[in-house]
């Protein structure tokens, strides 16, 4: 394994110029213009030929490529099985099952998943501790998922694309990007599933251009919040401007009618007892809510009451709280576990804080089963 040279954008970024900054996100978009190059012959995780995977097929690209490289292709690399950690993870490694999300995990529920206690402050929600809520959804989810990748073959091509461009994963050398770390868990799947906004300048807060008229009054924390939000809506908007004058396809992609609405189911159904449910109901929610904007020519083959709405609000606030709690801390840690350098000792403390308020909660066994 090579490793990664130059020096991580997280540790450079916060003290960087906007003119700095620029630079960087028109490199990267020129890193996004390289995986456009290679659309795949079919879906599925990338392996060396020699690895001898079952059912794996040599890979191929229709692009226009030399021959020789086109090659090169097919006689190093063979695309098989997903290897996504969560269709393996556990018990699923031994089960002879479809490996598709939602069998999958419905057969895995169905055995192995057991409940919480009531008074288990890690159960975050009745649903949540439910297996038969789970199964409910994901029966739903069959129902929907031959309607959501749409039919247009340019947009649902295989693609290698890094869905986790943030600052962690970036280096910089001499103002450029040198390296890009993190690739190990993708796989070739549709574009339209994958390509998103890096998490670089992606950004949903009030959008200003310019400083407003009263800014030289402002108090420095003010103009401080303000600078902020230029910055990153200035970054947004020279990206946008970027792709949609060289990037035709991306462009497309995130501009897609409906674009989340239709691929968030698919992203949510993978691990829902282990990871969370509600945003994957929230997504079927949300799907037959838009299902007659979708161009569809038959009804929505799911329902939700009203009361499966009333419960799904009701608990959808605490879980808001939950974001709230972890967004609170994104600047010491972010939600995969990653932190600067310079603030080690900072996220340290702060888990070390957490654990000891979590254990307060854990008594007699189940303590001294957490202990060990």
């Given amino acids: 394994m090579e490793e990664a040279s130059g020096t991580r954008l997280e540790d450079l970024w916060d003290d960087y110029s906007l003119e700095e900054k620029i ?11 390289k995986m456009l190059q290679v659309p795949l012959n079919r879906y599925g995780s990338l392996y060396y030929a020699g690895a001898n995977i079952r059912g794996a097929v040599p890979a191929d690209t229709c692009a226009e490529i030399p021959a020789e490289l086109k090659y090169t292709i097919r006689r190093r690399f063979v695309i098989g099985p997903l290897a996504e950690r969560h269709y393996w993870s556990k018990e699923r490694a031994e089960m002879t099952l479809d490996r598709g999300p939602s069998y999958r995990e419905e057969a895995w529920i169905q055995q192995y998943a057991t409940p919480r206690a009531e008074n288990d402050p890690l159960a975050t929600s009745a649903t949540q501790n439910s297996p038969s809520s789970h199964i409910s959804l994901l029966q739903k989810y069959r129902q929907v998922a031959p309607y959501l990748l749409p039919d247009d073959p340019v947009v649902v091509a295989p693609y290698i694309w890094h869905t986790d461009l943030h600052a962690g994963n970036i280096f910089i050398y001499n103002g450029k990007i040198s390296s890009v770390i993190d690739w190990q ?10 390509a998103r906004h890096p998490r670089l300048v992606d950004y949903n807060g009030e959008v200003i251009l310019k ?3 009263n800014f030289k009054q402002l108090d420095l924390a003010e103009k401080a919040r303000i600078r902020g939000l230029m910055s990153c809506s200035i970054l947004l908007y020279l990206y946008e401007k970027q792709i949609a004058r060289e990037l035709p396809l991306l462009n497309k992609i995130l501009r897609f009618d409906h674009g989340r609405t239709r691929c968030n189911p698919v992203l949510f159904v993978g691990d829902t007892w282990e990871d ?3 945003p994957f109901r929230e997504s079927l929610i949300r799907l037959e809510r838009c299902w007659n904007e979708l161009g569809f020519d038959c009804p929505c083959p799911i329902h939700f009451t009203e009361d499966d709405l009333r419960v799904h609000a009701e608990e ?3 879980w ?6 972890w967004n609170s801390f994104a600047d010491v840690v972010s939600r995969d576990g990653c932190t600067p350098h310079h603030l080690y000792g900072d ?3 702060l888990f ?7 254990l307060k909660a854990i008594v007699g066994k189940k303590r001294d089963a957490f202990e060990i």
């Fill in 23 to 33: 630079a960087v996100i028109k490199d990267l978009v020129q890193l996004e213009r």
């Fill in 211 to 213: 400083a407003p008229e």
């Fill in 320 to 325: 808001n709280d939950v974001q709230d709690f």
């Fill in 316 to 318: 959808s606030a605490g």
């Fill in 185 to 194: 868990g993708l796989w070739a799947a549709p574009l339209i599933i994958q």
């Fill in 347 to 349: 996220a340290v403390s």
């Fill in 276 to 278: 969370d449910l509600l």
């Fill in 352 to 358: 070390t804080e957490l654990r000891d308020i979590g």
